[in-house]
T-cell receptor, first 112, second 118 residues
Framework: ELKVEQNPLFLSMQEGKNYTIYCNYS?????LYWYRQDPGKSLESLFV?????AVKQEGRLMASLDTKARLSTLHITAAVHDLSATYFC????????????FGGGTRVLVKP | KAGVTQTPRYLIKTRGQQVTLSCSPI?????VSWYQQTPGQGLQFLFE???????NKGNFPGRFSGRQFSNSRSEMNVSTLELGDSALYLC?????????????????FGPGTRLLVL
């Protein structure tokens, strides 16, 4: 059974500093996703990572994938208040069909 | 392009009742998946429908069911509601190419239906 673990569960950030969220998964995955969720809202797709060594960047967020280590990281550069949200990673694989298995989420709070 | 829509947005029911939630996918998307989000269990996959057929199913009891119509709209039904069914129910759509998976495909989530069971 595919399992996904994120850490930390909660991250208190200071504006202007850099932080990393980690996502480990247990078995071979086809794709790894990062989503953002604001309180009371739905999930917004941030990145889809498809292959080993993949790196994607959007603004202050950068995601990378190491399939050998079964690890993805979401790096936040120079945090700003607007990045406060909960971040989820999710994986799927051919054996599981079009089913996403989510990590527990990392709640990010950026303080001035 | 309109996103995924879900109705209703909020629902209050009592134990033992049943409920039907609706999801309209992005135009052209043929796959609809349903997820349940609770503080305790997080985000869990319920089922996926593609071309009116259930293609995948999560580990939920038979009280949870769904269907998909020819226009790709989907409904999920929960019968004999329990307090633990209180959750945010999210629907996601994707192109859902038949057979071979498309590497760049992603799932787009709707705003969710928040269900409270009293």
């Amino acid at each position: 059974e595919l399992k996904v673990e994120q850490n930390p569960l909660f991250l208190s950030m200071q504006e202007g500093k850099n932080y990393t969220i980690y996502c480990n998964y247990s078995t071979t995955s086809d794709r790894l996703y990062w989503y953002r969720q604001d309180p009371g809202k739905s999930l917004e797709s941030l990145f889809v990572l498809l292959s080993n060594g993949a790196v994607k960047q959007e603004g202050r967020l950068m995601a990378s994938l190491d399939t050998k280590a079964r690890l993805s990281t979401l790096h936040i550069t120079a945090a700003v208040h607007d990045l406060s949200a909960t971040y989820f990673c999710a994986v799927d694989n051919k054996a599981a069909g079009n089913k996403l298995t989510f990590g527990g989420g990392t709640r990010v709070l950026v303080k001035p | 392009k309109a996103g995924v829509t879900q109705t209703p947005r909020y629902l209050i029911k009592t134990r033992g009742q049943q409920v039907t939630l609706s999801c309209s996918p992005i135009s052209g998307h043929r796959s609809v998946s349903w997820y349940q989000q609770t503080p305790g269990q997080g985000l869990q996959f319920l089922f996926e429908y593609f071309s009116e057929t259930q293609r995948n199913k999560g580990n939920f009891p038979g009280r949870f069911s769904g269907r998909q119509f020819s226009n790709s709209r989907s409904e999920m039904n929960v019968s004999t509601l329990e307090l633990g069914d209180s959750a945010l129910y999210l629907c996601a759509s994707s192109r859902g190419t038949s057979g071979r998976r498309v590497a760049w495909e992603t799932q787009y989530f709707g705003p969710g239906t928040r269900l409270l069971v009293l």
